[in-house]
Nanobody, 118 residues
Framework: QVQLVESGGGLVQPGGSLRLSCTAA????????MSWYRQAPGKERELVAA????????SYADSVKGRFFISRDNGKNTIYLQMNSLKPEDTAVYFC???????????WGQGTQVTVSS
């Protein structure tokens, strides 16, 4: 059974930091590109950051470049999103995504709420 379980969300003041985690089970983790998406109220889900399965460089949305950093630990089947210098506009539900385009496989986590507010 495929599972993606996010954690680490919460309430933080502007300028603060949070670290999200997503732990996967039920598939060969290292074969999958992993991503973080977010969806704010009334807005479409958007790609925040992505990292290939093995090798390759991460990529980021322009809005988070230099502030957010994605990483993965294939030994722990886990990805992370380090979020620094958080802004109110970063408030959203953050979703973990696993994808392997060669076989058309896409999996989603249940999401974790991040609220940036004073």
């Amino acid at each position: 059974q495929v599972q993606l379980v996010e954690s680490g969300g919460g309430l933080v003041q502007p300028g603060g930091s949070l670290r999200l985690s997503c732990t996967a089970a039920g598939f060969t983790f290292s074969w999958y590109a992993m991503s973080w998406y977010r969806q704010a109220p009334g807005k479409e889900r958007e790609l925040v950051a992505a990292i290939p399965g093995t090798g390759g460089n991460p990529s980021y949305a322009d809005s988070v470049k230099g502030r957010f950093f994605i990483s993965r630990d294939n030994g722990k089947n886990t990805i992370y999103l380090q979020m620094n210098s958080l802004k109110p506009e970063d408030t959203a539900v953050y979703f973990c995504n696993a994808a392997r385009r060669a076989i058309g496989a896409v999996y989603w986590g249940q999401g974790t709420q991040v609220t940036v507010s004073s």
